[in-house]
């Protein structure tokens, strides 16, 4: 049996918009029904316009659809992502997550395995503190933690964090050898989910 994958993210300059589509890549190429979402925009307009980047990524990225809980109620797994905000995810994603409470107490998060994925302006700029500070909210929804790892030889090429996979963004656009580990993550997470679906 197939999975139903949401991949999940919020992304201002376009880094962790790379990343989440090659996540969504990776579970399509193991069988997965994929969707790909984004979090609405919160900053205001004064501070989106004041970098020429961000104002070109939301302008690139309107046809996204936005998420919504039902995304969460219909998939069997989780991708979830954020670039870094002082070692945290950002307030968007963040807002999102917050909203899941209803979800939470009917358990629908339980039981279904999910990863995470970032991106902050230099390696050790909160790539890992980002990605355990998301895995938080997964621990209180009964989710299970479907981390990379050292699973596969791809990791090591986009910098070897075993917690998922993270890009440097001020060395530019992810990498072809971070986009591969990107969809190693997401093929590992459709695979782990279509197993659990096949038990259960």
């Given at each position: 049996?197939?999975a139903?994958?949401?991949?999940?993210?919020?992304?201002?300059?376009?880094?962790?918009?790379?990343?989440?589509k090659?996540?969504?890549?990776?579970?399509?190429?193991?069988?997965?029904?994929?969707?790909?979402?984004?979090?609405?925009?919160?900053?205001?307009?004064?501070?989106?316009?004041?970098?020429?980047?961000?104002?070109?990524?939301?302008?690139?990225?309107?046809?996204?659809?936005?998420?919504?809980?039902?995304?969460?109620?219909?998939?069997?797994?989780?991708?979830?992502?954020?670039?870094?905000?002082?070692?945290?995810?950002?307030?968007?994603?963040?807002?999102?997550?917050?909203?899941?409470g209803?979800?939470?107490?009917?358990?629908?998060?339980?039981?279904?395995?999910?990863?995470?994925?970032?991106s902050?302006h230099n390696?050790?700029?909160?790539?890992?503190?980002?990605?355990l500070?998301?895995?938080?909210?997964?621990?209180?929804?009964?989710?299970?933690?479907?981390?990379?790892?050292?699973?596969n030889?791809?990791?090591?090429?986009?910098g070897?964090?075993?917690?998922?996979?993270?890009?440097?963004?001020?060395?530019?656009?992810?990498?072809?050898?971070?986009l591969?580990?990107?969809?190693?993550?997401?093929e590992?997470?459709?695979?782990?989910?279509?197993?659990?679906?096949?038990?259960?």
């Amino acid at each position: 049996m197939s999975a139903k994958v949401a991949v999940i993210y919020y992304s201002s300059t376009g880094n962790v918009h790379q990343l989440a589509k090659a996540v969504a890549e990776g579970a399509e190429k193991a069988g997965a029904e994929v969707r790909l979402r984004r979090v609405p925009e919160l900053a205001p307009d004064a501070a989106i316009d004041a970098n020429p980047a961000w104002r070109e990524h939301v302008e690139a990225t309107k046809d996204v659809e936005v998420a919504t809980l039902d995304d969460l109620e219909w998939a069997d797994a989780y991708a979830l992502g954020s670039p870094t905000r002082f070692g945290n995810i950002a307030a968007q994603l963040k807002q999102y997550l917050d909203t899941t409470g209803g979800l939470w107490q009917q358990g629908v998060m339980a039981d279904k395995p999910a990863t995470g994925f970032t991106s902050a302006h230099n390696a050790n700029g909160g790539n890992e503190s980002t990605l355990l500070a998301l895995y938080n909210t997964l621990h209180h929804w009964g989710s299970i933690i479907v981390s990379p790892g050292y699973t596969n030889p791809v990791v090591y090429g986009a910098g070897g964090n075993p917690y998922g996979t993270s890009h440097p963004g001020g060395a530019g656009a992810p990498a072809d050898e971070t986009l591969e580990a990107a969809r190693y993550q997401g093929e590992r997470l459709a695979r782990i989910a279509a197993r659990l679906s096949d038990e259960s």
